[in-house]
């Protein structure tokens, strides 16, 4: 089982639409998680981090379940500027306490058509 | 405050040839990662430094090496360089192991 899953896409969705992207890691002890963004040949971009509470920013809503290991992020009322790659990346424990590498998951694209 | 900077950010190789990336964390950043991303693939995962020491590697030749310098600053090198090396190479810092990354823009390696 691959360390962070997402699924590849492409999501393909009108214009006001509501998308969910799911992600799924591996390690249980994986302290942080984070949702990025990044936009054709450009570098990633923090989207927003992932509580356990979870959390809300915008038409951004990200859920974390760590019974299932499982991360989701909610884009509600889908703008043509949201057409981009979805990163999910995962905080885990490597060798030894206290050290944690972020593990990027391959992208979900999202394409919002007019 | 200046964020992740790498240069040069065009570079063109002949194949065989030697390659050296310059990546510079935000400040107080002692993390960096390293990444390849060739066209339309996803971010493939190279070296990660964290507090000078190389702390794991991800699958590829041994080709690829690099450093981390007592500034927290860091270098990726690519000997033998083959065409298919040709990509876009991301440096990532994060404060702690555990915290958010910030990319820098990156270099664009291409290899004729």
């Not at chain 2, 063109?12 to 991303?37: D, E, N």
């Not at chain 2, 066209?39 to 690829?64: A, H, K, S």
Request: hydrophobic share 30%.
């Amino acid at each position: 089982r691959k360390e962070v899953e997402q699924d590849p896409g492409p999501f393909n969705v009108p214009e006001g639409a509501t998308v969910a992207f799911n992600c799924t890691y591996s390690n249980s002890a994986s302290q942080s998680f984070f949702w990025y963004r990044q936009d054709c040949r450009k570098e990633p971009k923090l989207l927003m981090s992932v509580y356990s509470s979870g959390n809300e920013d915008g038409r951004f809503t990200a859920q974390l379940n760590r019974a299932s290991q499982y991360i989701s992020l909610l884009i509600r009322d889908s703008k043509l500027s949201d057409s981009a790659t979805y990163l999910c990346v995962v905080s885990s424990a490597y060798s030894g306490a206290g050290s944690y590498q972020l593990t990027f998951g391959k992208g979900t694209k999202l394409s919002v058509i007019p | 405050e200046a964020g992740v900077t790498q240069s040069p950010t065009h570079l063109i190789k002949t194949r065989g040839q030697q390659a050296t990336l310059r990546c510079s964390p935000i400040s107080g950043h002692t993390s960096v990662y390293w990444y390849q991303q060739a066209l339309g693939l996803g971010l493939q995962f190279l070296l990660w430094y964290d507090e000078g020491e190389e702390r794991n590697r991800g699958n590829f030749p041994p080709r690829f090496s690099g450093r981390q310098f007592p500034n927290y600053s860091s270098e990726l090198n690519v000997n033998a360089l083959e065409l298919e090396d040709s990509a876009l190479y991301l440096c990532a810092s994060s404060l702690l192991s555990y915290t958010e990354a910030f990319f820098g823009q990156g270099t664009r390696l291409t290899v004729v």
